[in-house]
T-cell receptor, first 113, second 116 residues
Framework: AQSVSQHNHHVILSEAASLELGCNYS??????LFWYVQYPGQHLQLLLK??????LVKGIKGFEAEFIKSKFSFNLRKPSVQWSDTAEYFC???????????FGAGTILRVKS | GAVVSQHPSWVICKSGTSVKIECRSL??????MFWYRQFPKQSLMLMAT?????????EQGVEKDKFLINHASLTLSTLTVTSAHPEDSSFYIC????????????FGPGTRLTVL
């Protein structure tokens, strides 16, 4: 069965600091990978996704993620965070041929202004 | 495009009553809809997958007789929590796959259910 682990449940950063949120999954087959963001009081929004091709994926709001197949990882990065990036971030994975998403536990990011 | 709505956004009910939650894809046809449950400070747990016109597929441990799912059309799925109890209090979120956009789900805003 697939599982997704996110390494940090809470992250606190100052504005302009760099961000990296870890995500690892356990599934040996072909995967599709996603990062979603949930701002306070709002619904889940897609930040970025990887299906195939260039393993470095760029998403909205300056976020990017790198798929490293050998490490079963899909870490999310942003060079310089803003106060408005305060939100909860979820990594999600689905296996080839299936539509079901398996979510990580989420990482709450708080950016101090 | 790809907007998913849920109604109601929150509901409070008495123990033993049933509650229906609607999930609609507003500007696209959804081949598949999904229902998730999110406990406070926890991640989303998939409850069931539904396809229009067929029975929903429930995840292990989810009682299908308690959480009734109906997918009447390509734009509407409903989740009915029957004989609700306080432990059913949670945040219920639906999502939908858009036809032709494989493996990307668009999420609704969620419904907060509180059972007294």
């Amino acid at each position: 069965a697939q599982s997704v682990s996110q390494h940090n449940h809470h992250v606190i950063l100052s504005e302009a600091a760099s961000l990296e949120l870890g995500c690892n999954y356990s599934y040996g087959g072909t995967v599709n990978l996603f990062w979603y963001v949930q701002y306070p009081g709002q619904h889940l929004q897609l930040l970025l996704k990887y299906f195939s091709g260039d393993p470095l994926v760029k998403g909205i709001k300056g976020f990017e993620a790198e798929f490293i197949k050998s490490k079963f990882s899909f870490n999310l990065r942003k060079p310089s965070v803003q106060w408005s990036d305060t939100a909860e971030y979820f990594c999600a994975v689905n296996g080839f041929g299936g539509n079901k998403l398996v979510f990580g536990a989420g990482t709450i990011l708080r950016v101090k202004s | 495009g790809a907007v998913v709505s849920q109604h109601p956004s929150w509901v409070i009910c008495k123990s033993g009553t049933s509650v229906k939650i609607e999930c609609r894809s507003l500007d696209f046809q959804a081949t598949t809809m999904f229902w998730y449950r999110q406990f406070p400070k926890q991640s989303l747990m998939l409850m069931a997958t539904s396809n229009e016109g067929s029975k929903a597929t429930y995840e292990q441990g989810v009682e299908k007789d308690k959480f009734l799912i109906n997918h009447a059309s390509l734009t509407l799925s409903t989740l009915t929590v029957t004989s609700a109890h306080p432990e059913d209090s949670s945040f219920y979120i639906c999502s939908a796959n858009r036809a032709g956009v494989n493996n990307e789900q668009f999420f609704g805003p969620g419904t907060r259910l509180t059972v007294l």
